[in-house]
């Protein structure tokens, strides 16, 4: 198993920065790669940016030159650095990992935290 606690959002001016925490605990050893997903109101969640355990990543082409995934091995911990946010960044953000066990995968998911782009 394996669990996510995610920190960070919060309101912001829009052209202003946040940065998003997630914590992972458990069985991280079998984590295949993490990611951070967003949903506005009324739409679907959608994938914002990935990395995997070899470090590859890849974003939304919405959020490309603005966002930068990050991760710290030593505390287990994956960030999203948001950078010259706009209103249509507004979402409620999740973190997400998928991990194997005996040959199956599996995904987790964090609480989600509030992320309010004002104009």
């Known amino acids: 198993q394996v669990q996510l606690v995610v920190s960070g959002g919060g309101l912001m001016q829009a052209g202003g920065s946040l940065r998003l925490s997630c914590a992972a605990s458990?069985?991280?050893?079998?984590?295949?790669?993490m990611g951070w997903y967003r949903q506005a109101p009324g739409k679907q969640r959608e994938l914002v940016a990935a990395?995997?355990?070899?470090?590859?990543?890849n974003y939304a082409d919405s959020v490309k030159g603005r966002f930068t995934i990050s991760r710290d091995n030593a505390k287990n911990t994956v960030y999203l650095q948001m950078n010259s946010l706009k209103p249509e960044d507004t979402a409620v953000y999740y973190c997400?990992?998928?991990?194997?066990?005996?040959?199956?995968?599996?995904?987790?998911w964090g609480q989600g935290t509030q992320v309010t782009v004002s104009s």
């Open positions: 997400n990992a998928e991990w194997t066990s005996l040959g199956t995968t599996f995904r987790s």
């Open positions: 458990g069985s991280i050893f079998t984590i295949n790669a």
């Open positions: 990395i995997t355990s070899g470090g590859s990543t």
